[in-house]
């Protein structure tokens, strides 16, 4: 049995893994790597994708900056949260606000140390990455649109690190990256539909609060019926080999998504229209395997 002191300590490590949404900064670097691999150098060997030290400081001082940006998010957010998501809120402050600020400016200070090996740029990139998470967190996320645009353009801002490493400016890429922004963008409007209240007691300027939810349909709507454009393109032009599988499926999953949110009307209806974009989103992480099965085997050598 754990003394209550090692409990303790188990449940605020708990609570800090709560707070730097550990599971999804994993979800991102696996999503780099298999990027890096199986679209930003594919002609690579493998060996030499997974063993490039460059590479993977890139990727580790990008799961610490994101990481960070979730501490500060939930720092200014807390208030908030405990209106929205109060279960969530009591485990996270088992966590002090002290102990979260010292946190982050370790993480945000180590991230700049590790890009230090790469380059001078690399410093200066997730310098203006972590400046960016500072001023959305602070100020932007109250703006209506803005803040949501900010927000997914900062959520694609690693593969951006990863994109730039390698050079590589295929055209697939930005189709690539065009579907996922957009998927992120409307997932960050369904957020602010699903927190509403939240946002109402403290005076969020965001899209439901400004316009009403029936606004923030129509901006969805049009948002996700032009994200079909690029899945559209990534099946009939690029060879994407099967994942063309996923994007069919993707297709489908939007258009239903799209039927079940103009019916929703409460909290429980944005919770369920929220998760089923996540699923699209994770699940396209990892679908970039079936681009080629046989791939990795290929490239071992």
């Known amino acids: 049995m754990l003394s209550r002191k090692n409990r303790l300590l188990l449940l605020k ?74 279960r969530k809120t009591m485990l996270d402050r088992l966590v002090s606000q002290r102990t979260k600020l010292s946190t982050y400016f370790v993480l945000n200070f180590l991230s700049v140390v590790f890009a230090s090996y790469v380059s001078f740029r690399a410093v200066l990139f997730f310098g203006a990455y972590i400046f960016g998470i500072w001023l959305y967190s602070h100020k932007l996320k109250r703006l209506p649109f803005i803040g949501n645009l900010v927000s997914a353009t900062l959520a694609i801002t690693p593969f951006f690190a990863v994109f730039v490493y390698y050079r590589n400016f295929e055209a697939v890429i930005f189709v690539h990256a065009l579907f996922l922004f957009l998927l992120i963008l409307s997932r960050e409007m369904i957020k602010d539909m699903e927190n509403i209240a939240g946002d109402l007691a403290l005076d969020y300027k965001t899209i439901p609060v400004l316009f009403g939810t029936r606004y923030s349909k129509i901006i969805i709507s049009f948002l996700l019926l032009l994200a079909l454009l690029p899945a559209f393109l990534l099946i009939e032009i690029f060879d994407v080999g099967y994942m063309y599988l996923y994007f069919i499926l993707a297709m489908f999953l939007l258009i239903v998504f ?44």
């Open 13 to 86: 490590l708990l609570s800090l893994f709560s707070i730097v949404r550990g599971y999804n900064v994993l979800v991102i670097v696996i999503a780099q790597y298999l990027a890096a691999i199986y679209i930003m150098a594919p002609d690579l060997p493998l060996r030499r994708v997974v063993f490039d030290l460059s590479l993977f400081v890139i990727v580790l001082a990008s799961a610490l900056v994101i990481a960070a940006g979730y501490i500060i998010n939930s720092f200014y957010d807390s208030e908030k949260d405990l209106i929205n998501k109060p």
């Open 258 to 301: 799209l039927i079940l949110m103009w019916k929703s009307s409460s909290k429980k209806h944005y919770v369920w229209l929220h998760n089923i974009l996540k699923f699209i989103i994770v699940s396209g992480v990892f679908s970039i395997l079936l681009i080629n099965v046989d791939l990795v085997l290929n490239r071992i050598l």
